[in-house]
């Protein structure tokens, strides 16, 4: 991994890095989520990086894959709620991939702290050659020593230039068979999900992230191939959302026909949104990306490790 890619790395986490300080202030309960993703994405962009995926705002029982779409006018962060801030960077492909958990429900401060100290203790055990399981195994006992239970099917993830899931899974539990081991000149994302439910998420019906499935395209109408050329060109494959349009100057019905004739045409890969198999169950995630150089293990997201 060359000097270059090693500073591209790192000069995305710390764009993340300063967005989620700025989110831990700016976040209050009562904040429409329009407002919130808008802002959010626009600082990511102020800063010099550009939004590796839409914001995932998700709310409770939803694990992940949620942003806010262009008619949620009325949507907020309600008090009590359990909020997973989701946030992407990448500065010319290279990733950070980071989120917190805003919790305002004083009787839910336990499963946010379980996911904290499960994502604290698992960024110590990382090094070259240590086995993915290794960090399964912590995530899984420091949740269940807060009486609560990982997600199983939801994990870390190694990440590539402008691919999010590279394809090796860090696991959330002590996965005797994945025999993977971290690897010098990568990046990975570590996310324990801990949840009061059954641990384990299921596919819901709302679909508010994209990502194009293939860059070759052949039998769509100007309007269609203008969309998808668009895509290419500011997004390539990473996931993105319909409120990344709005200098097309289309109206949001003209839109979502659109997106969804290119979905019927097996250009685009929905990603529905996940919600735990519990319902009213609750969840947590914290997540912070992790660079193994060949001098050092780098948490690029978080200068305090
Ligand atoms: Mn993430
Ligand atoms: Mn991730």
Redesign the pocket.
């Known amino acids: 991994m060359d000097e270059e890619v090693i500073s591209k790395y790192l000069k995305a986490g710390d764009i993340a890095w300063r967005v989620k300080q700025f989110l831990y202030s700016y976040i209050k309960p009562g904040m429409k989520l329009l407002e919130l993703a808008n802002t959010t994405e626009n600082m990511i962009r102020e800063l010099g990086g550009e939004p590796a995926f839409p914001i995932n705002i998700s709310i409770n029982s939803i694990a992940a894959h949620k942003t806010p779409l262009l008619d949620e006018v009325d949507s907020a962060i309600t008090e009590d709620d359990v909020v997973k801030i989701?946030i992407g960077v990448h500065v010319d492909g290279y990733i950070a991939?980071t989120?917190i958990t805003l919790c305002y429900n004083d009787k839910l401060n336990n499963l946010v702290e379980a996911s904290k100290e499960a994502l604290e203790k698992s960024l110590k055990v990382i090094n070259e050659g240590v086995r993915f399981s290794a960090v399964g195994k912590v995530i899984e006992e420091t949740a269940k020593k807060y009486g609560f239970k990982p997600i199983r099917n939801l994990g870390?993830?190694s990440l590539d230039r402008y691919v999010?899931h590279a394809g090796d899974v860090i696991p959330n539990y002590g996965d005797v068979m994945q025999l993977g081991k971290f690897r010098r000149g990568m990046a990975y994302?570590i996310?324990p999900f801990i949840s009061t439910g059954n641990g384990y998420v299921v596919e819901g019906s709302e679909v508010s992230i994209y990502a194009l499935s293939k860059t070759k395209f052949k039998g769509l109408t100007t309007q269609e191939a203008h969309v998808v050329n668009y895509i290419l060109s500011r997004f390539k494959t990473l996931p993105f959302c319909e409120r990344w349009f709005s200098e097309l100057g289309f109206s949001l019905n003209n839109l979502r026909i659109l997106l969804n004739s290119l979905k019927l045409k097996n250009m685009l890969r929905e990603y529905p949104v996940l919600i735990e198999s519990l319902p009213k169950a609750y969840i947590s995630q914290f997540?912070e990306t992790v660079l193994i150089t060949s001098k050092e293990v780098i948490i690029t997201t978080n200068p305090t490790f």
Do not use: F
């Open positions: 989701d991939d989120a870390g993830h999010i994302a996310e997540e």
